[in-house]
């Protein structure tokens, strides 16, 4: 059984149709990665995966569970728990500016009393070591660089073991200097079998560590396949315009 099911996914930002009957599924410890230009509706379908959007039709199995379905959201208590088996990392970041790391960590399991306190110290300085970070501990996010932070974001969407892992532009926000060490990590745990969907403009990523590519233009998604099948051999135009104009534009720099 799939792990997310998503059938003929409708939402609209007023006259604005952003998705367009999309429908995808995702397989237990699969990489997915989604691809396509800014505006294609990308985002917003990560997001509602989590009920950061609502959406106005379709529906959303998570583990069976349905989060939403034709258009009929779960009960507040059954979202939180469904949603609650997925971590989501940001474009921005989004630490408390006001925590250390290892505060920023530890907050979520506090929240909803995970463990006993030592457990989640445990843990936080586990995923601290995990992202190279075990020195940043006690540390503001003012004095982390770019890459640092979104290690730290990473870390702390583990805390709480989700079942799946949500990555919204993870690297668009830094330095290309800064890029490789998030994407080593997030390679890392492509190899342990993480369930990732990876929204991102990083083509080598996409190319190299996906099990499948879903590419979106204009809300839709207009083709799908192997990393293989959709870069070496793309069937539809929009596709190949695309990548052409993408890879040109990688060539350029």
């Known amino acids: 059984m799939a792990v997310v099911e998503v059938k003929e996914l409708k939402k609209s ?91 920023n960590l530890e907050l979520a399991p506090k929240l909803v009393k995970q463990r006993a306190e030592e457990g989640y110290r445990k843990r936080a300085m586990d995923l601290l070591a995990k992202v190279g970070l075990s020195d940043k501990a006690d540390v503001f996010p003012s004095k982390l660089s770019g890459g640092q932070k979104q290690r730290v974001a990473i870390a702390r969407a583990l805390m709480m073991n989700p079942e799946i892992l949500l990555f919204d532009e993870p690297t668009s926000a830094l330095d290309p200097e800064l890029t490789g060490e998030v994407l080593d990590v997030m390679k890392e745990l492509a190899k342990e079998h993480m369930t990732m969907i990876v929204v991102t403009h990083e083509m080598e990523f996409a190319r190299d560590v996906a099990d499948r590519v879903l590419f979106m233009d204009q809300g839709e998604i207009v083709e799908e396949g192997s990393p293989d099948e959709l870069f070496g051999n793309p069937k539809k135009e929009r596709t190949k315009a695309f990548l052409s104009r993408t890879m040109r534009n990688r060539s350029a720099e």
């Not at 950061?52 to 583990?63: D, F, K, P, W």
């Not at 997925?86 to 505060?103: C, D, E, K, R, S």
């Open 13 to 103: 930002f007023g006259p604005l149709e952003v998705l367009k009957r999309i429908s995808f599924e995702v397989e237990r410890n699969e990489v997915i990665a989604v691809i396509g230009p800014s505006g294609s509706g990308k985002s917003t379908m990560l997001r509602s995966l989590v009920h950061l959007e609502e959406v106005e039709g379709g529906t959303i199995a998570i583990q069976g569970e349905n989060l939403v379905l034709n258009g009929q959201y779960a009960k507040a208590k059954h979202l939180k728990e469904i949603t609650s088996k997925m971590g989501m990392v940001f474009q921005q970041f989004n630490l408390f500016p006001h925590l250390t790391v290892i505060q």
